[in-house]
């Protein structure tokens, strides 16, 4: 059913396991004490591109652009650098890119501030501005990403032109493997509360379909794959098979593309026994994102779809969507149907987005989630005013440890000194960047920067007054005294630990020629007494879930093993992400 956008439809009837823990290590001079306390890095499980590695953050209080630093003689391999007399990290990016340009002898613009854009840059067209598309960098500095762009598929891998990359590419296509993935089960660390308890469990799926659309858009990410491999007509058949085998009870889908859902997707879940809703994107994109849910586990309450984009916001001025749905959970089937919530009154609140590609502008995917974050808020609230449990899924475009990853997690982000091309952590930025803007989503916006509706009577934002960001004399976590930050009420903790493999590589939750990254998360509210949450939610309320269960990961190796994403079996470039809750009452 078609629904106007952000127009909200009611159903009243119906019925750390850290693997290092890493020591702070390096916090020089120059660097921002409360951006090094609000990113949270150093609780980073697992360091997520080489330059974060070394323990050191990664990047500077500002971007003092100084020639001297392009011609460092400290500047050597990656890998082995030290800390420069200029107070900046050697193993920063700025200097990874400096190696990059004199192994290539390219010259290089040469910025005088940080709002200078090179004078090589290329300019967007508006259709890229608007698709939120990552601008192609310009031949002279990456030759072998335009030879890519318009090479015919079916070649062989693309090479990885970023020296400072772990390269992500066999070099031959070998007979398909299975990925194996593990369940990793915590059940057993739980107690029934009583012997009269019949807990509500369930299971969420977070995925990345892959539109068929973006795949063709940006073909030159996919020449691993045999053209066979990349039609939809293959794909799909795969994509529907692994939603049946894992028979989750929610499902939350990106990049469904609208045509392939009206279609395909919908007519093929419901018939599985799915309830579906969706969301497309604003613009001209075809995609969007689909919650679907077991028809006999939950029924629905209502549903919320969100666009983030405002006209006249700059940092809201792109197309991508959420989708929030309440539902009720029903309790097992009886002989006259479902038997009833578990406990009386209970919802759970399942949101679903797909946040910005673009790696640099980190502002944008910032406000894009301050109004995922003010909807889940609202729609999440009970009469009594407390919250009911939430999950929230989806392609974040962000890394684990990134700010953006943090501010979820934390609940919290001190965000000056932080370029913008930094929040994700998606890719090391050679560019000398402009830094998040303060407030990063103006008032106009109608949200606080406590992520709350203005118009909220009693909330916290109404309480904030005029103030346009958090200062001291707010209940913050951290009290930093008029320092610009954001912050949220929510819980949250990733149901993954974004952990190292066996064999000591980063787990990734996506795939292709180019990259394999964590960008994909499934955070709940956990519950007191979630082992996995632990020691993180020890004041967790007494109400939430508790992480049953998760498929594990796997780490790129073990993907190219299988000839990468998408691939015979595997046919989108993310993994699913799998879990299994009990719902504590
Ligand atoms: O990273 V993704 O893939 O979550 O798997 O989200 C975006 C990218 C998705 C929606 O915009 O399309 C992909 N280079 C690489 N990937 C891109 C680009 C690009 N320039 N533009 C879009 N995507």
């Not at 318009?150 to 992500?168: F, G, H, L, V, Y």
């Not at 029924?299 to 929030?324: A, I, K, Q, W």
């Not at 930094?422 to 407030?439: D, F, I, Y």
């Amino acid at each position: 059913m078609y629904r106007s956008p952000n127009s909200n439809y009611e159903y009243p009837c119906t019925p750390h396991l850290p693997m290092f823990t890493r020591h702070l290590n390096v916090l020089g001079s120059g660097w921002s004490p409360s951006a090094q306390a609000s990113l949270g890095w150093w609780r980073t499980p697992y360091p997520f591109n080489p330059s974060w590695w070394m323990g050191h953050p990664p990047w500077p209080r500002q971007f003092h652009h100084n020639r001297n630093l392009l011609v460092n003689p400290g500047a050597r391999d990656i890998g082995t650098w030290g800390r420069s007399t200029s107070g900046l990290a050697t193993d920063h990016p700025r200097f990874l890119f400096t190696g990059f340009q004199r192994a290539l002898h390219l010259s290089h613009g040469i910025m005088d501030n940080a709002k200078t854009d090179p004078p090589h840059k290329r300019r967007r067209s508006p259709d890229d501005e608007r698709a939120g598309q990552k601008p192609r960098s310009s031949p002279s500095h990456f030759p072998c990403h335009e030879r890519q762009g318009r090479e015919s598929q079916n070649s062989a891998i693309p090479n990885d032109p970023s020296p400072w990359k772990i390269q992500t590419s066999p070099p031959k296509r070998r007979p398909p493997t299975e990925i194996k993935r593990q369940w990793e089960d915590f059940s057993h660390l739980y107690k029934r509360r009583s012997k009269s308890d019949s807990p509500f469990d369930f299971s969420v799926m977070s995925y990345n379909i892959l539109s068929q659309q973006l795949l063709q858009e940006n073909a030159y990410l996919y020449k691993h794959c045999p053209s066979s491999v990349l039609d939809w007509s293959h794909r799909f058949p795969n994509i529907l098979k692994e939603l049946e085998l894992h028979n989750a009870d929610i499902l939350c889908l990106q990049e469904v593309q609208e045509d392939h859902y009206q279609k395909q997707l919908k007519p093929s879940l419901e018939s599985l026994g799915y309830h579906c809703e969706y969301k497309r994107r604003t613009g001209w994109k075809s995609d969007g994102c689909a919650v679907s849910f077991k028809r006999d586990r939950f029924s629905l309450v209502s549903g919320h779809p969100v666009e983030y984009f405002r006209r006249d916001v700059p940092t809201l001025d792109r197309d991508n969507v959420g989708l929030v749905l309440l539902l009720r959970p029903l309790g097992p089937p009886g002989p006259r149907g479902p038997r009833g919530p578990p406990g009386p009154g209970q919802v759970l609140c399942v949101a679903n987005t797909h946040l910005l590609y673009n790696p640099r502008r980190g502002d944008i995917k910032l406000a894009q989630l301050a109004v995922l974050l003010a909807e889940i808020t609202r729609v999440s609230r009970l009469a009594d005013g407390g919250a009911c449990p939430v999950v929230l899924c989806g392609d974040f475009n962000s890394v684990p440890g990134s700010p953006l990853y943090s501010f979820i997690r934390d609940s919290w982000l001190e965000y000056e000194g932080i370029p913008i091309g930094m929040v994700s952590g998606q890719e090391e930025s050679h560019r000398v960047q402009r830094l998040l803007p303060v407030p990063i989503w103006p008032r106009s916006v109608g949200i606080s920067q406590r992520c709350q509706y203005e118009s909220q009577p009693g909330t916290d934002a109404e309480a904030e007054g005029e103030a346009s960001c958090l200062t001291e004399g707010t209940d913050a976590p951290h009290n930093e005294a008029h320092r610009p930050s954001i912050a949220h009420g929510l819980r949250l903790t990733s149901a993954y630990a974004h952990r190292l493999t066996e064999g000591g590589r980063p787990e990734v939750t996506t795939c292709h020629s180019r990259t394999a990254i964590t960008v994909d998360y499934i955070f709940y509210s956990a519950a007191r007494g979630d082992t996995v949450a632990q020691p993180e939610c020890s004041a967790a309320p007494e109400q939430g879930l508790q992480l049953l269960a998760r498929l594990a990961l796997v780490d790129k190796r073990d993907l190219w093993t299988a000839n990468g994403l998408p691939n015979e079996r595997n046919s989108s470039d993310h993994l699913p992400l799998l879990t299994r809750f009990r719902l504590c009452p």
